[in-house]
């Protein structure tokens, strides 16, 4: 079997993993009814979708009607959203409200999703086949779509997004039309000579994929729905195969990525275009995509044998397959992701032992209804007080690849709102005050400290330059944060020659939370 680590873009992001030792804590954050999706010690909250035995959606059931449990223990239903209390705001279905990613704060706690072409896992056949399904499932939309989406590929040699979040039918049709696959041809070919196609059963490259739309994705408050178009990594991945070092860096991934995923409040289902397969050409025993799986799967307390179906419904999605009518399948999946329960619990456990994984399960009083949400979430939050920015070097290698990827990609991180501003010498960043995490200092002060990578590149979108610095603003124990405030951080540089664009990307010291922006010099 070939080494867990591949030579491919999201190898170095594996590598950080493992070095790093260790799951992002995320941060506590107040919850109400409707708001961001956040785990802590002391509240986690999760999203249902609810169904009859056909499969239809119900929108109708009250707080009364549902009762959670982790690991077995019955817990206390807090906060609870109905799927009317997320909606897209009045005149949305008529006119567009969202154009670009500076428009979502405009929808409040509404969904969006995000399309995701596999070009690491999919034959060529098959994707051709999916892009065929995704225009005849766009053609039968609205003009104006009743979800934001953000349209993207993970490829070969990078992330590329298609489309920014838009609701523009008619701009999607043109990207899948215009986009060229990022294919590896060679084992594309090594595949049509009876080969697997990619290394490593896709694992490295599919999890560093999720990964950074995760990150990308968690200042949108709402849900997201991340639909993922391709086969994804190998469903025979069995952990119990690999030595116990690369057994143990495989958990170490998985368990960071489903963080990241729960994080972001992202549910991932997945559609394999391959089409209908015969019986006898089956390797892998189906899997009732109504049915809410187990990561236990064997041994161990999160599973040893997590394919990708199996982690599809670790996040509470669906798996689509065996079917020729794709289009009916996303335009299914794009309601499905619209129609969910916010519920809040505060765990009647506050032991963070080990960060082990709590299981989650929610049943409604009907025996003839099927909730589905995430399976459950690791434990074990990390207590952010003094910060201390290391020098760039010493930072743990996966917080580092994340920056770099962050600014050499086109994906819009939205976890801190900032924008670039042209300065005399430089440039200026701005950030939403409310969006760092200020952190007592011991002479009283408060400290926000960031990182900052700029990517400078040229028309053909060729990287000319590149420059970092570790920033930071200091505020009195008196000084009040205003609704709206900004942050400025002088961000001086020569911009080369030929340069069509600057890429910023920030991340917070404390809490990992990134944001980008764009200008031209």
Same mark, same amino acid.
């Given at each position: 079997?070939? /080494?867990?680590?591949?030579?491919?873009?999201?190898?170095?992001?594996?590598?950080?993993? *493992?070095?790093?030792?260790?799951?992002?804590?995320?941060?506590?954050?107040?919850?109400?009814? #409707? /708001? $961001?999706?956040?785990?802590?010690?002391?509240?986690?909250?999760?999203?249902?979708?609810?169904?009859?035995?056909?499969?239809?959606?119900?929108?109708?059931?009250?707080?009364?009607?549902? /009762?959670?449990?982790?690991?077995? @223990?019955?817990?206390?239903?807090?906060?609870?959203?109905?799927?009317?209390?997320?909606?897209?705001?009045? #005149?949305?279905?008529?006119?567009?409200?969202?154009?670009?990613?500076?428009?979502?704060?405009?929808? #409040?706690?509404?969904?969006?999703?995000?399309?995701?072409?596999?070009?690491?896992?999919?034959?060529?056949?098959?994707?051709?086949?999916?892009?065929?399904?995704?225009?005849?499932?766009?053609?039968?939309?609205?003009?104006?779509?009743?979800?934001?989406?953000?349209?993207?590929?993970?490829?070969?040699?990078?992330?590329?997004?298609?489309?920014?979040?838009?609701?523009?039918?008619?701009?999607?049709?043109?990207?899948?039309?215009?986009?060229?696959?990022?294919?590896?041809?060679?084992?594309?070919?090594?595949?049509?000579?009876?080969?697997?196609?990619?290394?490593?059963?896709?694992?490295?490259?599919?999890?560093?994929?999720?990964?950074?739309?995760? %990150?990308?994705?968690?200042?949108?408050?709402?849900? !997201?729905?991340?639909?993922?178009?391709? !086969?994804?990594?190998?469903?025979?991945?069995?952990?119990?195969?690999?030595?116990?070092?690369?057994?143990?860096?495989?958990?170490?991934?998985?368990?960071?990525?489903?963080?990241?995923?729960?994080?972001?409040?992202?549910?991932?289902?997945?559609?394999?275009?391959?089409?209908?397969?015969?019986?006898?050409?089956? $390797?892998?025993?189906?899997?009732?995509?109504?049915?809410?799986?187990?990561?236990?799967?064997?041994?161990?307390?999160?599973?040893? &044998?997590?394919?990708?179906?199996?982690?599809?419904?670790?996040?509470?999605?669906?798996?689509?397959?065996?079917?020729?009518?794709?289009?009916?399948?996303?335009?299914?999946?794009?309601?499905?992701?619209?129609?969910?329960?916010?519920?809040?619990?505060?765990?009647?456990?506050?032991?963070?032992?080990?960060?082990?994984?709590?299981?989650?399960?929610?049943?409604?009083?009907?025996?003839?209804?099927?909730?589905?949400?995430?399976?459950?979430?690791?434990?074990?939050?990390?207590?952010?007080?003094? *910060? @201390?920015?290391?020098?760039?070097?010493?930072?743990? !290698?996966?917080?580092?690849?994340?920056?770099?990827?962050?600014?050499?990609? $086109?994906?819009?991180? $939205?976890?801190?709102?900032?924008?670039?501003?042209?300065? !005399?010498?430089?440039?200026?960043?701005?950030? &939403?005050? &409310?969006?760092?995490?200020?952190?007592?200092?011991?002479?009283?002060?408060?400290?926000?400290?960031?990182? @900052?990578?700029?990517?400078?590149?040229?028309?053909?979108?060729?990287?000319?330059?590149?420059?970092?610095?570790?920033?930071?603003? %200091?505020?009195?124990?008196?000084?009040?944060?205003?609704? #709206?405030?900004?942050?400025?951080?002088?961000?001086?540089?020569?911009?080369?020659?030929?340069?069509?664009?600057?890429?910023?990307?920030?991340?917070?010291?404390?809490?990992?939370?990134?944001?980008?922006?764009?200008?031209?010099?």
């Amino acid at each position: 079997m070939n /080494s867990f680590f591949s030579p491919k873009w999201a190898a170095g992001w594996i590598a950080g993993v *493992v070095l790093a030792a260790g799951v992002v804590a995320q941060e506590p954050q107040a919850v109400q009814p #409707g /708001s $961001t999706l956040t785990v802590t010690s002391r509240l986690v909250v999760v999203d249902v979708v609810v169904t009859d035995k056909s499969g239809k959606p119900v929108t109708n059931l009250g707080k009364d009607k549902f /009762s959670i449990y982790e690991d077995g @223990v019955k817990q206390t239903v807090k906060d609870f959203d109905p799927p009317n209390g997320h909606m897209m705001p009045a #005149g949305s279905a008529e006119t567009p409200v969202v154009k670009s990613v500076a428009d979502l704060p405009k929808i #409040g706690t509404a969904p969006v999703n995000v399309l995701v072409f596999d070009e690491l896992n999919t034959p060529f056949h098959d994707l051709a086949f999916a892009r065929q399904q995704m225009e005849k499932y766009l053609m039968s939309q609205p003009e104006v779509l009743p979800v934001p989406t953000l349209f993207v590929a993970a490829g070969n040699t990078k992330m590329a997004v298609l489309h920014d979040y838009t609701q523009s039918r008619a701009e999607l049709l043109d990207s899948v039309k215009k986009h060229t696959a990022d294919f590896d041809f060679t084992a594309m070919i090594a595949q049509l000579n009876g080969g697997k196609i990619g290394k490593d059963d896709g694992m490295v490259e599919t999890l560093g994929a999720l990964s950074q739309i995760a %990150e990308s994705l968690r200042g949108v408050p709402g849900r !997201k729905n991340v639909i993922w178009i391709g !086969k994804g990594y190998n469903n025979a991945m069995d952990l119990n195969n690999l030595s116990q070092a690369d057994h143990d860096r495989a958990m170490a991934v998985i368990q960071q990525v489903t963080d990241r995923m729960l994080a972001a409040r992202a549910t991932l289902y997945s559609i394999d275009p391959e089409g209908p397969v015969r019986v006898s050409d089956a $390797t892998v025993e189906t899997i009732d995509p109504t049915a809410v799986g187990s990561l236990g799967m064997s041994s161990g307390t999160y599973g040893d &044998n997590l394919g990708f179906d199996g982690f599809v419904t670790a996040t509470g999605g669906r798996i689509i397959s065996g079917r020729n009518d794709l289009n009916v399948q996303l335009a299914q999946l794009s309601a499905e992701g619209t129609e969910y329960y916010t519920l809040s619990y505060s765990p009647t456990s506050t032991s963070d032992a080990a960060r082990a994984y709590r299981k989650i399960r929610v049943v409604v009083n009907d025996p003839n209804l099927i909730a589905t949400t995430r399976q459950g979430y690791f434990s074990g939050d990390a207590p952010v007080s003094t *910060v @201390v920015m290391k020098p760039r070097a010493e930072q743990p !290698k996966d917080l580092r690849y994340d920056l770099m990827s962050a600014a050499r990609t $086109t994906l819009p991180y $939205t976890g801190l709102h900032m924008e670039a501003q042209k300065a !005399k010498n430089g440039f200026n960043i701005l950030v &939403n005050a &409310n969006d760092l995490k200020f952190a007592d200092q011991p002479d009283g002060t408060r400290m926000a400290e960031v990182t @900052v990578e700029a990517v400078c590149f040229d028309r053909n979108k060729k990287i000319t330059s590149q420059h970092t610095a570790e920033l930071k603003e %200091e505020l009195e124990a008196t000084d009040k944060i205003t609704p #709206g405030a900004k942050v400025g951080f002088a961000f001086p540089m020569i911009v080369p020659a030929f340069t069509d664009h600057v890429r910023f990307v920030m991340r917070d010291a404390a809490t990992g939370t990134m944001g980008s922006a764009e200008i031209k010099p």
